[in-house]
């Protein structure tokens, strides 16, 4: 097998943290070119994400407080995956905890890597149409400080270009939703 084609070796793996949503390992590897390295990854089951669009065109996003970056971020809605849960699901649920609606209709846009250079975090993204409002309001988890944004795909894409603050999942799922979006 050519150079560059094999995998490396793993010699040794080391759980550093457990949490309730990822883990975070150190491992040493041995390369196919011998050379010997410790490479660090956050393990994490997946998340699922949707592209809820209104009759009107509109898109469901949020403005959301994340920790990580100390301040808020517009995002599309999405959860991580439970144990043996189907993507789907999860999203089905996360869309209506968080925006208050159900769709009736769902097409899987892809999936994708969100950080590979240091998580096996994986995101299926699915286009959520045919949307119902529920009459209960949206059932936020207790920590969760969210906000229900409408826009147009013209107006969130002069978001990203005006540089408000809008994670990778939702630009990358907005480019594969694009195509479906009139």
């Not at 975070?24 to 699922?48: D, M, T, Y």
């Not at 789907?88 to 159900?102: A, D, F, K, N, P």
Request: contains cysteine.
């Amino acid at each position: 097998m050519p150079l560059g084609r094999e995998l490396p070796q793993l010699l040794r793996q080391r759980l550093f943290y457990k949490g309730r949503k990822f883990n975070f390992e150190v491992n040493r590897l041995r390369l196919p070119n011998k050379a010997e390295g410790e490479w660090e990854c956050i393990r994490h089951p997946g998340g699922a994400l949707a592209v809820p669009v209104t009759e009107d065109g509109k898109l469901i996003l949020l403005r959301q407080y994340r920790f990580a970056i100390q301040g808020r971020i517009i995002e599309f809605p999405a959860g991580t995956l439970e144990l043996n849960e189907d993507p789907l699901e999860t999203v089905q649920r996360e869309i209506q905890e968080e925006t208050g609606y159900r769709a009736n209709k769902w097409d899987k846009l892809g999936e994708f890597f969100l950080a590979p250079g240091y998580s096996d975090e994986i995101l299926y993204a699915f286009l959520a149409r045919d949307l119902e409002k529920l009459e209960t309001p949206p059932q936020k988890e207790e920590d969760e400080d969210i906000e229900i944004l409408y826009y147009t795909p013209e107006e969130l894409e002069k978001a990203f270009l005006d540089g408000e603050p809008v994670d990778a999942k939702t630009i990358s799922s907005f480019l594969l939703a694009r195509p479906y979006l009139v």
